[in-house]
């Protein structure tokens, strides 16, 4: 009998760093000027709407999966998208991300930002996919946080 789980990774940071800082990084074609697991970004075109980016991700292990921006804002500081193809082939059928950023206005963490990033998997995802996506977002946001503080102290000399 498989084990129950849910088939969502939320994983969130507090940012040490200023929201211009850390949203610079959240576009699909920066993702490998943060993530150290991403080797690099290319857009592509597929047929696809003018409204609509495809990039393809390739791994530093020499995966490659191609994301589709499926929502981008500017003035609520988010990004979704998902994965339309990946070689070698996903375990299961579909994931939908989401980085969301929030200021942080007051308080200890002042002039910080909080990131959020969700990831919704389809219901044939199973626990091991789960377990790696939380600790694969985890170690993004870490590598986020390093990003953003080193801009941080190359815009203060």
Request: charged letters at 25%; hydrophobic letters at 40%; one cysteine or more.
């Amino acid at each position: 009998m498989p084990i129950a789980t849910t088939n969502e990774v939320i994983e969130s940071a507090v940012i040490r760093a200023p929201l211009s800082h850390v949203w610079h990084f959240i576009k699909l074609a920066e993702f490998p000027k943060f993530w150290t697991r991403i080797k690099q970004a290319e857009h592509i075109v597929k047929g696809v709407s003018d409204e609509t980016d495809v990039y393809k991700w390739t791994f530093q292990d020499g995966s490659v999966v191609e994301i589709k921006q499926d929502e981008h804002s500017n003035l609520d500081h988010f990004i979704t998208y998902s994965v339309i193809n990946s070689e070698p082939e996903l375990t299961y059928s579909s994931v939908v991300s989401t980085i969301r950023c929030w200021p942080v206005t007051s308080g200890e963490f002042e002039d910080s930002t909080f990131v959020r990033w969700t990831s919704k998997f389809a219901s044939d995802a199973d626990i091991g996919v789960i377990e790696d996506a939380k600790y694969k977002r985890r170690d993004a946001l870490n590598d986020l946080a390093a990003a953003a503080h080193k801009m941080v102290k190359e815009h203060q000399k």
